[in-house]
């Protein structure tokens, strides 16, 4: 892939548009140029300050009251409704059954009952938008199955800590933590650089028996996922498409842990990592 071909692909890959296929050709390219990746940094750059509430300026009081009182004033439509209705019947009282199958009652009527029912289903796709955890959870699972599909569990193998941890020198703007539990029965095989919520990522791999565990790791934003409470109580074990899953926030980084072992071995692994880590 060319400079011209990534800045093409540049727009789908910050909007997650990409198709696997290109996001990982895009993600080599970025891997070896310093000029797209710059372009890239620049880009997300931009949209964080575009999404800064600094930008954003509330009216003052004065004109927000100007406005109301320019507005034309009009009823609730169910108190239209009802006048209508009285209306009606305070008329010519003959045939007043009659008036309530009339045209204009039942236009209006029918009008509101649409307005209920766009409402309703406006309110059911809101519902239905994942949240920016379910997001992140699916994006920590999808890059766990695509790091084994491709064979690409690890960017430097070896299971001593001291190999690993300066391996990430110079290629994150962290020092991830890395823990040896070869003595709780997970060895540590290696590590790899990743991208996951909108940032580069340290991921170290352990191994229980035959089941590669990744550990993602990250620095916690405060206002991340993973962050307050999480740091309070013992993270949860949950699953997603046959993979075991848990994350927690301590000393200022956010750590996912996934595998396709059990429950428990998964609990252990988490149990064991943490203490080491207060410790």
Known sequence: MNHEQALELLPGYLDEELSLSEALEFQRHL?????????????????????????????????????????????APWARLGERFK????????????????????ATA????????????????YLAVPSSEDRLTQEVVDDHIRSLQFNHLSDVISTDKHTVKPWFNGKLDFAPPVIDLVQQGYPLIGGRLDYVDGRAVAVMVYRYKLHPINLYVWPSNGTGIGTGTTQLREPAIHERQGYHFAHWSAGGMTYWAITDAGEDELHGFVTDLRGQLSS
């Open 87 to 106: 209306g009606q019947d305070n008329g010519n009282s003959r045939n007043v059954g009659s008036r309530w199958l009339t045209w204009p009652t039942w």
């Open 31 to 75: 891997d070896s140029c310093g000029e797209c990746s710059q372009v890239l940094a620049q880009h997300r750059d931009v949209s964080a300050q575009l999404r800064s509430a600094q930008l954003r300026m509330d009216a003052p009081p004065e004109l927000v009251k100007r406005i109301e009182a320019a507005l034309p004033g009009r009823s």
């Open 110 to 125: 029918g009008v509101m009952v649409a307005s209920v029912a766009a409402l309703s289903v406006s309110m059911s796709l």
